[in-house]
C-alpha cells in the first residue's frame, strides 16, 4: 500500500512536472523578448548604457503614450496598413490567377514558368532604383513593391497545390461528367485551399516587409519612415517605438492567418474522413 501511494505520488509528480515543461515551452517564443527586455531594464538602472545610446524604458514608454495621444503613431500605422492592404490584394490575385492558370495548363506552364522564376529570383527591395525612374517615388512605387513581394509566393504555392490534387478526385469528377468548370471549382481549388492559404500567409508575412523597406527608402509617412526619421534626429525612443509597432503588427497578422489556416487544415482532413 506504501509502495503504490509512494508510485502514485511519483506519477503525480512527474505529470505537474511535464505541465510546466509544456506550459513554459508554449510561452518559449516570449521568454527571449521579455528577458532582452529586463536586461535593458537592468542595464539602464545601473547606469551600464549612457541614454544617449539606448534610453531607459521609462522614457520609451511615455514617448508611446505621447504618440499614442496626439495620434501620431495610429496615423503612421494607418498609413503603413493601408498601403499593404491594397498592394498585397493585388499581389494576391495577381499570384492566384497565375498560380492557377500554370497549374491548369502544361503549355502556359512551359512558357510562363521559366520566366516568372528568373522574375523571382530578383530581390522585391532591388527593383526600387528602377521604378523609380519609370513611376517615381510616390504610391504607386509602394504598392508594385508590396504587390511584387506578395506575388511570388502566392504564385507559387498555388500552383504546387493545383498540381497536388489527388488523382482520384479528377477520376470521380470525369466519372460524374463534370465540366472544366465544375471540376475547378468543386474538385480542384477545394483541394487546394490549404497549399493556397499558405501562399496567401507567406505572401503577406513578405508584403509587410517590402513595405517597410520601401518606406524606409522613399516614404514621407508610415512607420518606415518613422524609423528613418527618428535615426536621423537621432530619437532612439521613436525608433524603438517603431520597431515594436511593426513587430508586433506583423506578429498579430502571421498569427491570424496561421490560426485560419489550422482551421482550414483540420477543416479538409474531416472531409477527406
Known amino acids: 500500500m506504501a509502495i503504490s501511494l509512494e508510485f502514485e505520488g511519483q506519477v503525480r509528480r512527474r505529470t505537474w512536472s511535464h505541465a510546466v ?31 544617449q545610446i539606448l534610453p531607459p524604458p521609462a522614457y520609451v514608454v ?9 495620434g501620431e503613431l495610429f496615423y503612421h500605422a494607418g498609413v503603413s496598413l493601408r498601403r499593404v492592404v491594397i498592394g498585397f490584394a493585388i499581389g ?41 525612374l519609370l513611376v517615381g517615388i510616390e504610391e504607386t512605387l509602394k504598392i508594385i513593391i508590396i504587390a511584387k513581394g506578395a506575388l511570388v509566393p502566392v504564385t507559387l504555392n498555388t500552383f504546387s497545390g493545383i498540381r497536388s490534387v489527388p488523382g482520384k478526385y479528377l ?16 474538385i480542384i481549388l477545394p483541394s487546394a485551399v490549404p497549399s493556397i492559404f499558405t501562399g496567401i500567409r507567406y505572401g ?18 508610415g512607420l518606415g519612415y518613422l524609423l528613418v526619421w527618428g535615426r536621423q ?13 511593426i513587430g508586433i503588427i506583423g506578429f498579430a497578422m502571421d498569427r491570424g492567418l496561421g490560426a485560419s489556416e489550422v482551421l482550414i487544415r483540420r477543416w479538409k482532413r474531416q472531409v477527406e474522413d
Do not use: N
Not at 514617448?63 to 495621444?69: A, H, P
Open 21 to 51: 515543461i509544456r506550459w513554459v515551452l508554449r510561452g518559449e517564443a516570449f521568454l527571449f523578448p521579455v528577458a532582452l527586455i529586463a536586461l535593458w531594464w537592468i542595464a539602464s538602472a545601473c547606469g551600464w548604457l549612457p541614454e
Open 62 to 70: 511615455d514617448t508611446g503614450r505621447q504618440m499614442i495621444s496626439t
Open 92 to 132: 494576391a490575385a495577381l499570384g492566384m490567377i497565375l498560380g492557377i492558370a500554370m497549374g491548369l495548363s502544361r503549355r502556359f506552364e512551359d512558357y510562363l514558368k521559366p520566366i516568372f522564376l528568373a522574375f523571382a529570383q530578383i530581390p522585391t527591395l532591388g527593383w526600387i532604383p528602377l521604378l523609380m
Open 171 to 186: 477520376e470521380v469528377g470525369r466519372a460524374l461528367r463534370f465540366s472544366r468548370w465544375q471540376t475547378l471549382r468543386l
Open 204 to 221: 503577406l508575412t513578405h508584403a509587410w516587409t517590402s513595405l517597410v523597406g520601401v518606406e524606409l527608402l522613399a516614404s514621407s509617412e
Open 233 to 245: 534626429m537621432f530619437w532612439l525612443d521613436t525608433v524603438i517605438i517603431a520597431m515594436l509597432v
